[in-house]
């Protein structure tokens, strides 16, 4: 059972202090994934206030790699829970091994697809593009998964179908977003970043 809120610690602080800092938690290999697949610390205290709503919220990172997000999320917003699906076990095994290291109990991580969960089980949502991989001109994390412009398609019409089917006040947190997977029903609330990072709410 997952358990909400931490209090302060200095050997703690330190990493979340920067980006630069916060990578050195992991290996040189999966640093150099940073720029084009983590989000920035800026960014994920700036979801993660919009995101933990109210007490106990439970937050789901669609597509988590290393863990970033829930990892920050955790240390800056930390009375609510943190779960993150990712597809490539390596970086779950990554996300976890640090999860463990920082001693936070308000997160897990999960291998596995998306699609493969229960929207029931999560209040709210962050996503950062995970699925602009399958189109063929971007830079990939490495070729352990398919990628194809069909598994965008199905993949984004399966995240927008969710996202329809969630109650009034359901909130949503998008960085580098084509907004193909967002439903009518979610209307724009703030933006930061260059209108990067954008915030939603279902109405």
Not at 113 to 122: A, E, G, I, K, P
Not at 136 to 149: A, L, N, P, Y
């Amino acid at each position: 059972m997952l358990s909400a809120g931490t209090t302060a610690n200095p050997h703690i602080d330190k990493w979340f202090n920067s980006d630069e800092r916060f990578h050195l938690l992991y290996p040189a290999s999966m640093q150099s994934l940073a720029r084009d697949h983590w989000t920035p610390l800026e960014v994920v205290k700036k979801a993660a206030e919009f995101l933990a709503a109210e007490k106990n919220a439970r937050i789901l990172d669609i597509g988590s790699g290393v863990g970033k997000f829930c990892l920050g999320a955790a240390h800056f917003m930390p009375e609510a829970f943190y779960t993150g699906i990712e597809q490539r076990e390596a970086l779950v095994e990554y996300a976890e091994n640090t999860r463990t290291n920082l001693d936070f109990g308000n997160i897990e991580f999960i291998h596995g697809n998306f699609t493969q969960l229960n929207f029931d089980d999560y209040d709210h949502f962050y996503f950062f593009n995970s699925f602009y991989e399958n189109f063929g001109f971007t830079e990939k994390i490495d070729t352990s998964v398919q990628h194809s412009h069909e598994l965008y398609q199905f993949y984004t019409h399966h995240l927008l179908k969710q996202l329809a089917q969630k109650p009034t006040g359901t909130r949503l947190a998008t960085y580098f977003s084509c907004e193909d997977e967002i439903p009518e029903n979610f209307l724009t609330v703030g933006s930061e970043m260059d209108s990067h990072l954008k915030f939603w709410i279902k109405i």
